[in-house]
């Protein structure tokens, strides 16, 4: 099953990539998303799976498409002039950060005490309540304070007249 | 069940899995292809007309023109399948497929009748087992994926009013989700649970079924049904008289019925939310604890009640105009449902 998953993930964000057409591009973002929700379920959380399609899938991939197909630019531009020295330094910084990230993974304390994980069930709605309130109350509360900001900075931005 | 698993040589659980398999899979299907008849036969009624009744078997029974759903399947099988030159042939194809498996798998979290215990086996009425985590946001997360399926048709076949269908349809999607969302929160809040079996087990009398407990929440539900299953009042992706079918407009054959089947399933399924959430689910009023068979019944009956206001709805009203839609949705829809989660917070916040 997390080979399957994980194909699906690799492979959505593959075509992300390579993909010409953006609109056929949003789509394979969308199965990246949906393998992503998978494998959320296999680590028996399904409340981030729901929410990962909910949020990413359902909500936002719409209004990217929405937008692409307002612009109708179906087609990715070709650039005024290529710049290989871009596309080499791109390369370099992206292995570079992917090597950082797997490192911090392979060192991190998690990883040297895994043991077959004991699963009490499902993560539920409730636990995660439970634990944003008590755990990362300060975290969350300036997190919804910068998405307020950012909607007002959206409306101020848009509206002419307020 | 044992009895019945023993003849298939399955255990107890795995053919009572293949049971409800099949129902949960045949029932809504059935339903909706149902429902295109009594679409059509009660728009004839409403609008003073006879209806769909000449077709028949043999040339004899019309079974007042029942026989219709098996003309047009044999006729839609029959047709050519034209893809027009410049669509975008894999998306085209795709398409029916992605509107119409999200419709189909929107029922598998509700439950269509009580639980039952059988020789120290309990026996779920529901394609999930109740505790999986996922709940009641398993059909909101899949009925925010169905709009992928009428973005793809209307972008693939490459046609101005079909893209006009979709971007319309994205848009109502996406701002009705919002109330929606948030009409079910109150729900869950009150509950204390979001599991669908907790929510009918809270509702186990006629007061205090959910609709009682929140009207405007119900309100703003069943408003945003109508918008999710893109019915009439808000059918903005077909418009058929401003562009002219919307994203169906290239569509024929096969996949024309593939698309249009998934909005009666839609139907389905969205009357059988409606029913879960605000109407007590499986639950028979003034009845405690009733038997399996009654409660399965129960659920039908009202199910297919809301099916039929559906219909009824969709003949009665005209459409709105887009941004009279957007309004609603914004401005009426959003702070209703906004303000029934505060009052019953505060309630709940008082009298514990």
Do not use: C, L, M
């Given at each position: 099953m997390f080979a399957i998953f994980a194909l699906i993930t690799l492979f959505g964000a593959l075509s992300v990539a390579f993909q010409k057409n953006l609109v056929v591009a949003g789509l394979c973002m969308v199965l990246t998303f949906f393998g992503v929700a998978g494998l959320y379920l296999l680590l028996s959380n399904p409340v981030a799976a729901a929410l990962q399609i909910i949020v990413y899938s359902g909500a936002i991939v719409v209004l990217v498409l929405f937008v692409i197909m307002l612009l109708s630019a179906h087609e990715e531009e070709p650039a005024g002039r290529t710049m290989p020295i871009q596309r080499w330094g791109s390369a370099v910084v992206a292995l570079a950060l992917a090597a950082g990230a797997v490192r911090v993974v392979l060192t991190s304390g998690f990883m040297q005490a895994m043991k077959p994980l004991k699963i009490q069930g499902p993560m539920n709605l409730n636990l995660v309540g439970v634990e944003l309130f008590r755990g990362h109350l300060v975290a969350f509360e300036v997190a919804g304070l910068l998405l307020l900001a950012t909607m007002i900075g959206a409306v101020a931005l848009v509206k002419k007249d307020l | 069940m044992e009895h019945f698993a023993q003849l298939l040589h399955l255990s107890p659980a795995m053919a009572w899995m293949v049971v409800k398999l099949i129902i949960a899979f045949a029932a809504p299907l059935v339903l909706a292809a149902v429902l295109t008849w009594v679409e059509r036969r009660g728009a004839a009624m409403i609008q003073d007309r006879i209806g769909p009744?000449?077709?028949?078997i043999l040339g004899r029974w019309r079974l007042l023109g029942l026989v219709q759903l098996a003309a047009d399947g044999i006729k839609f099988f029959l047709k050519e399948d034209l893809v027009t030159r410049d669509a975008n042939k894999t998306l085209f194809w795709l398409a029916p497929f992605m509107a119409f498996v999200p419709a189909m798998m929107g029922f598998a979290v509700i439950p269509f009748g009580r639980s039952f215990v059988e020789n120290g086996t309990a026996y779920h009425l529901s394609l999930l087992d109740p505790g999986n985590g996922m709940g009641m946001l398993y059909p909101m997360a899949i009925g925010s994926v169905a709009v992928y399926g009428i973005l793809t048709a209307s972008w693939s076949s490459n046609n101005k009013w079909s893209i006009l269908g979709g971007m319309r349809s994205s848009a109502q999607m996406v701002s009705y989700e919002i109330g929606m969302s948030v009409a079910v929160l109150a729900i869950f809040m009150t509950t204390g649970g979001y599991d669908p079996h907790q929510i009918i087990a809270a509702q186990d009398s006629v007061l205090h079924w959910n609709v009682v407990r929140h009207f405007f929440g119900f309100l703003v539900f069943f408003t945003c049904m109508f918008a999710e299953t893109n019915r009439l009042p808000f059918d903005f992706a077909e418009g058929e008289s401003e562009i002219v079918a919307g994203f169906h407009t290239e569509y024929g054959s096969m996949k024309f019925a593939l698309l249009q089947l998934s909005e009666y399933v839609h139907i389905v399924v969205a009357s059988s939310l409606i029913v879960t959430l605000y109407?007590?689910?499986?639950q028979v009023p003034f009845?405690?604890?009733?038997?399996v068979l009654l409660s399965v019944l129960s659920f039908a009956g009202k199910v297919v009640f809301f099916c039929w206001v559906f219909i009824w709805i969709r003949w009665t009203l005209p459409r709105f105009r887009f941004d009279q839609l957007m309004f609603l949705g914004w401005k009426v829809m959003l702070p209703l449902s906004l303000a029934n989660l505060l009052v019953h917070a505060y309630f709940m916040h008082r009298w514990g």
């Open positions: - | 009744n000449r077709a028949a109407f007590g689910g499986w009845v405690k604890d009733p038997a």
